[in-house]
Every structure is written in structure tokens, then in C-alpha cells.
């Protein structure tokens, strides 16, 4: 199958398209090497170094005998997004090319809207490319289960039914997105849905929990062709700077009361997952929403799973609380569907705790790498506005505090966004 991947440096991208390539699929990726530059704006790196795209794609060829088609490409460009399905003819696309963070859309008005055009209009022009040249291919956005918030009721998967005033529908489930980065998901989803209503395009929304790992299968590879995992307050995910505060030695920061709970999976099943809806797609006019974790976890829970771990590896981490710098509910019911992924054939393969596991091992020899970055580990974006360290309610003797530079990246990214601009050098 001919498979565009949109975002194809990123963290996922890069993943799924070694995956691909892996099984027998043509693969064709675009992306304008944002992620760099947004990492760098934060005055942070990935964890794992990562190679200069044609150092990746050498690699990759070398190892699976086929390369992996690329090409330099701002999906906010119509004439780009054309120009690339008119020379590939693509069966399936895959939309990683938004901006995946929270913390960053809520840095300022700047940073918001940037999010939001990016994010909904680079969707807009997949649409569109797919009516015009290849209508029967099939769209897989990556979305979020947090377009769906922290609803006091279960959360299906994507629709429900409703009975008001005596009259029943079939409904899209309610949307309580809390930032401005999952209001841009959302926005997407409807634009989507509505696309396929239209122009009988096929689609499968993927609202996905948290990701973990730093690798795309059971075995280890060339340095050289790692996928990225960041650490950032913007662009780290929660276990992803718990892995990382662990290595150093720093204290696990744990926001609040830590009862917030969310889904998670590991990457490797995240491969699986993407690849069966790929490879089973919707019929003409079809808009679908499948819910994709494997567990559940609050971030309490995620921190003694980290610590544990590092213990078995001989580190002594400890936790404390933060204040929370975001504006949500600590304290939450959470029970979300996942049936139609299962429905396909998906069977979790690797543990939380598995995966962390491996996670710690394949950071510890770059923990110097960590360290020199380690300012970056706790929080200074506020969802109410502005910019201020969170204070640390409760720390560890063992583990005296650390010296905070004070947030840098106010204002880095002007009207114009500067950052569209190629940055391919070695991370």
C-alpha cells in the first residue's frame, strides 16, 4: 500500500514509518522539521540524539533493502500538500504534522494561534488535496483523548445516543478540550467529519491516549536511527520526564494531588494499532472514531511505577509535589471505551512497567545529556497566562532543590512565525 505520512520526522512519524517499511509498504513522508525547532525554543533537546534526516533515511535503507521516499514540505502550503499527493498517489494518509502540545498552545495569544492555524489548517489542506486526487484514499488523524476531557459519565467512542424530550439521535460524544492544543484537535475532528459527509471521504479519528517507549519494536537499533523522546515542560510527555528526572537523580515532580488519570500505550503497540486501521479501512463516506490505550493510570500512580523501576536498576528517586501550573480537575471520574481497535485484532504486547523499563535503560548513557538540559524539567507555562516556576510543595532531604534559570522562551516565536524554516542538523 502507497502511504503518505505527514510529520514524518516526529516522534511517531519517524516511528511508523520504519514500522511500515518494515512489513512491505511504500512509504512517502513529508515534514518542515518544526519539532526541532519548537524543542529548541524551549532551550531543550530530545533525550536520545537525533540524526539529520538524510543520516535517518541512509540508515534506514540500508537496514530494510527499500527507501523511505521524503520530501521537504509545509503542510499550511496547498500548492505543497498537491504537488506531493499529484507525484505519490497515496492509499492512506496519515495526519502527524500538528503541533502535539498543550503547554505551548497556552504560552501566549502568539503561541495559541500559531497552534491553531497550523494544527486545523494544515488538516484543511489534506482534505481538500484528498478530494481533488485521490478521494478513495483513507485519512487517519491523530487526535487525543483529550478532545474528550474528564466528562462525569463514561466516554464512548466517538458517538453516543441521546434521548431528549422524548426524541432519540445517534450523536457526536461531547468535546471539554482543555487547551487551546486540544481545541485545534477537536476543530479538526469536526472539519473531518464533516469532509466525509460532503465529499464521501473515508476517515478514522484516532483519539489516543499518552504514548511510551523509545522503541518501535523488540529490538534494539542504530543510534543513528532512533525516534526522538523529549522532556521539556512542552514537548516531554508526563512519563517521559519522570524517565528522564530518574536517570539524573532528580526528584519525580509530581503536579497536584496526582489523582489526574489518563489512558496510556507503549509505542510499539501504538504501531500495531495504527497499522490495523490502516490496513482496514472505513468505506466511502464513512467517518469513524476509535479510542486507542491500554491502561489506565493517574499520575501518582505513574510516578511509583517509575520509582520502582529505577530502583530495580539501583536508583534512588524520589517523588514530590508541585504545584500544578495547569487549570484541570485533579480528582476525576475516567472510564473510556476501547472496543473497536480490539475489534481489529489489537492485543497490548509490552506492559506500562515493561516499558519503562526498557525506557530507563536506554536513557541511562545519556544522562550527561539530560543533566546539562535539566532546567527544563520543571514547569513555567501557566494556563491562566504568564510565565512563573511552579513552586515545589514537598521534596526529599536526600535530594536537596536545584538552582532554576528563569523561563527564556517568552516571545521567541513573533507574528510571522519564523519557526517554518528547514532544521535538519543533528539534535
Keep these: 500500500m502507497r502511504i503518505f505520512i505527514a510529520g514524518m520526522d516526529g516522534y511517531l512519524g519517524w516511528s511508523l514509518a520504519k514500522h511500515l517499511t518494515s512489513v512491505g509498504h511504500d512509504v512517502f513522508g513529508v515534514d518542515l522539521f518544526l519539532r526541532r525547532k519548537w524543542?529548541?525554543?524551549?532551550?531543550?533537546?530530545?533525550?536520545?540524539?537525533?540524526?539529520?534526516?538524510?543520516?535517518?533515511l541512509e540508515e534506514a535503507r540500508n537496514l530494510f533493502g527499500r527507501s523511505l521516499q521524503f520530501q521537504t514540505g509545509d503542510l499550511c502550503d496547498f500548492d505543497s500538500v498537491e504537488r506531493a499527493f499529484r507525484e505519490f498517489q497515496p492509499e492512506a494518509v496519515v495526519q502527524l504534522g500538528e503541533c502535539p502540545s498543550a503547554p505551548y498552545s497556552m504560552i501566549d495569544r502568539q503561541h495559541?494561534?500559531?497552534?491553531q492555524t497550523n494544527n486545523v489548517v494544515g488538516t484543511f489542506n489534506l482534505l481538500f488535496a484528498m478530494k481533488t486526487i485521490c478521494p478513495s484514499a483513507h485519512l487517519?488523524?491523530?487526535?487525543?483523548?483529550?478532545?474528550?476531557?474528564?466528562?462525569?459519565?463514561?466516554?464512548?467512542?466517538?458517538?453516543?445516543?441521546?434521548?431528549?424530550?422524548?426524541?432519540?439521535?445517534?450523536?457526536?460524544?461531547?468535546?471539554?478540550?482543555?487547551?487551546?492544543?486540544?481545541?485545534?484537535?477537536?476543530?479538526?475532528s469536526n472539519n473531518i467529519m464533516f469532509a466525509c459527509k460532503q465529499y464521501g471521504l473515508r476517515a478514522t479519528d484516532i483519539m489516543q491516549g499518552v504514548v511510551v517507549g523509545s522503541r518501535w519494536s523488540e529490538r534494539a537499533e542504530d543510534e543513528?536511527?532512533?525516534?526522538?523522546?523529549?522532556?521539556?515542560?512542552?514537548?516531554?510527555t508526563i512519563v517521559n520526564r519522570f524517565c528522564c528526572q530518574a536517570v539524573i537523580g532528580h526528584p519525580l515532580t509530581q503536579y497536584g494531588a496526582g489523582k489526574q488519570?489518563?489512558?496510556?500505550?507503549?509505542?510499539?503497540?501504538?504501531?500495531?494499532?495504527?497499522?490495523?486501521?490502516?490496513?482496514?479501512?472505513?468505506?466511502?463516506?464513512?467517518?469513524?472514531?476509535?479510542?486507542?490505550?491500554?491502561e489506565i493510570h493517574s499520575v501518582a500512580g505513574l510516578a511509583?511505577?517509575?520509582?520502582?523501576?529505577?530502583?530495580?536498576?539501583?536508583?534512588?528517586?524520589?517523588?514530590?509535589?508541585?504545584?500544578?501550573?495547569?487549570?484541570?480537575?485533579?480528582?476525576?471520574?475516567?472510564?473510556?471505551?476501547?472496543?473497536?481497535?480490539?475489534?481489529?485484532?489489537y492485543r497490548p504486547t509490552h506492559s506500562l512497567e515493561q516499558e519503562v523499563a526498557v525506557m530507563l535503560t536506554d536513557l541511562m548513557p545519556h544522562r550527561e545529556r539530560i543533566r546539562a538540559k535539566q532546567q527544563v524539567l520543571l514547569p513555567t507555562i501557566r494556563w491562566g497566562g504568564g510565565q512563573e516556576r511552579v513552586q515545589v510543595y514537598q521534596a526529599s532531604e536526600s535530594h536537596p532543590p536545584l538552582e532554576w534559570?528563569?523561563?527564556?522562551?517568552q516571545g521567541t516565536l513573533q507574528e510571522s512565525h519564523p519557526l517554518r524554516a528547514r532544521s535538519t542538523g543533528m539534535e
Excluded at 39 to 56: G, N
Excluded at 224 to 236: H, I, K, M, Y
Design 224 to 236: 543513528r536511527l532512533a525516534t526522538r523522546l523529549d522532556f521539556d515542560e512542552a514537548f516531554g
Design 261 to 294: 488519570t489518563r489512558g496510556f500505550l507503549a509505542l510499539r503497540d501504538t504501531m500495531q494499532c495504527l497499522t490495523l486501521v490502516i490496513e482496514h479501512p472505513p468505506a466511502a463516506g464513512e467517518y469513524r472514531v476509535f479510542n486507542q490505550f491500554a
Design 39 to 56: 524543542v529548541e525554543e524551549m532551550r531543550s533537546v530530545s533525550a536520545l540524539p537525533i540524526w539529520p534526516i538524510e543520516v535517518r
Design 405 to 409: 534559570a528563569e523561563p527564556q522562551h
Design 304 to 345: 511509583e511505577i517509575v520509582r520502582k523501576a529505577s530502583a530495580r536498576l539501583g536508583i534512588d528517586v524520589a517523588v514530590c509535589k508541585t504545584e500544578n501550573p495547569r487549570i484541570e480537575r485533579e480528582q476525576h471520574y475516567y472510564n473510556p471505551d476501547c472496543i473497536h481497535l480490539r475489534d481489529l485484532g
Design 140 to 188: 487517519i488523524k491523530l487526535g487525543t483523548m483529550g478532545e474528550y476531557g474528564t466528562p462525569d459519565i463514561d466516554i464512548p467512542e466517538g458517538f453516543f445516543d441521546v434521548e431528549f424530550r422524548g426524541r432519540r439521535d445517534r450523536l457526536p460524544f461531547p468535546r471539554t478540550a482543555g487547551s487551546w492544543y486540544h481545541w485545534s484537535k477537536v476543530h479538526s
Design 112 to 115: 495559541a494561534v500559531f497552534v
